[in-house]
Nanobody
């Protein structure tokens, strides 16, 4: 059993910053990748950023240069530093890990960017 717990969402003003954290626990042996996805109202869930166990990072074009994903493999945690936030970043953000070929999702954390 694998559990993911996200934290760090909330309200930010345009141009502000937020930091999301994801902690994986349970029967974890080898996480292939950790990533963040988001889903805005009325829209499909989309990839925001992902980092592999070799440190390779991939970002959505809309967040490149503003968001940074990192992970601590020893602690099974991942963070998403979000800077220069825009109203269009408003969404529920989900952490996902790939573990032995299976996807595991967190419960989601709300990020709202508004003045």
């Amino acid at each position: 059993q694998v559990q993911l717990v996200e934290s760090g969402g909330g309200l930010a003003q345009p141009g502000g910053s937020l930091r999301l954290s994801c902690a994986a626990s349970g029967s974890i042996f080898d996480i292939n990748a950790m990533g963040w996805y988001r889903q805005a109202p009325g829209k499909q869930r989309e990839l925001v950023a992902i980092i592999t166990n070799s440190g390779l990072r991939n970002y959505a074009d809309s967040v490149k240069g503003r968001f940074t994903i990192s992970r601590d493999s020893a602690k099974n945690t991942a963070t998403l530093q979000m800077n220069s936030l825009k109203p269009e970043d408003t969404a529920v953000y989900y952490c996902k890990i790939v573990h032995f070929g299976s996807d595991y999702w967190g419960q989601g954390t709300q990020v709202t960017v508004s003045s």
